[in-house]
């Protein structure tokens, strides 16, 4: 487990893979406890005994007795407050029969979106949105193109979408040049028109090539901090995950059921 664990942790917990169709995800409210900067440290020092590539983004006492929550490059793990022991996998509350890694996703996930500028995103929204959620999206993905079709659905539900760009590829391809799908993205993320530029690339039409200062590889790595490991994934403005493909009426549901 710790070779698999420190491999997972040095590559930032990422997969490059197909689309990604997720299942819906609910996540309790969990009260979060701070740290001090002195345990921030001392967990940092222990994490990086495995390897220094790791990012420590996130560090709270865990739900259970003894052990520091701890969200690095991607990953949830738990180190125990020695900073000797780190486990790494789901914590159930068998009292309330809740997850905790789900609820301290979505709180570090609501955290770190509401940083974003709006101007970052490509959004399609209603005239008076009831919600707004995030989609880490690829133009090129079958299930992201899927999902798109179905845009004037979720606006007519007065859901609002903002998209966030996630090529699959990757930044770089091994030679180091920059991957096909990066570059289309950033072509959409530079046009004039970004919204029409963006549904164009979703139905298959290559954008004209274009280069500005743009967010593409910033909401990529982003993606990365937060855990997305395959497009689309859908983020609620809680910071729950709502899956990959989903239908208005699924959306609109576990909106919902989110409060």
């Not at 982003?222 to 859908?234: A, E, H, N, S």
């Amino acid at each position: 487990m710790l070779k698999k664990l420190l491999l997972a942790l040095s590559v930032g917990g990422f997969a490059l893979g197909a689309c990604a169709a997720e299942t819906v995800a609910t996540a309790d409210a969990v009260t979060s406890t701070a740290v001090t900067p002195a345990v921030e440290q001392m967990v940092r020092q222990a994490i990086h005994k495995l390897s220094d590539k790791v990012q420590v983004d996130s560090v709270e006492l865990a739900p259970m007795p003894g052990f520091y929550l701890v969200i690095a490059s991607g990953k949830i793990v738990y180190l125990s407050t020695d900073g000797r022991y780190m486990l790494d996998g789901d914590v159930v509350d068998l009292s309330n029969r809740t997850n905790a890694n789900d609820a301290a996703w979505a709180r570090f996930r609501k955290n770190e979106l509401a940083k974003l500028p709006a101007s970052e995103g490509i959004l399609f929204a209603p005239p008076n949105p009831k919600y707004t959620v995030t989609v880490f999206t690829d133009v090129n993905c079958g299930f992201c193109r899927a999902l798109h079709e179905q845009v004037a659905g979720f606006n007519k539900a007065g859901i609002a979408v903002r998209y966030l760009a996630w090529p699959r590829e990757g930044l770089l391809t091994t030679a180091g040049r920059p991957t096909p799908t990066y570059t289309e993205m950033v072509s959409v993320w530079c046009a004039a028109d970004r919204k029409a530029a963006f549904t164009a690339a979703k139905q298959g039409h290559e954008p004209k090539p274009a280069t500005c200062v743009n967010p593409v590889k910033d909401e990529f790595n982003l993606g990365l901090k937060l855990g997305v490991d395959g497009t689309p994934t859908i983020f609620a403005p809680d910071g729950r995950t709502l899956g990959g493909f989903v239908t208005p009426e699924q959306l609109l549901q576990a909106l919902q059921q989110g409060g």
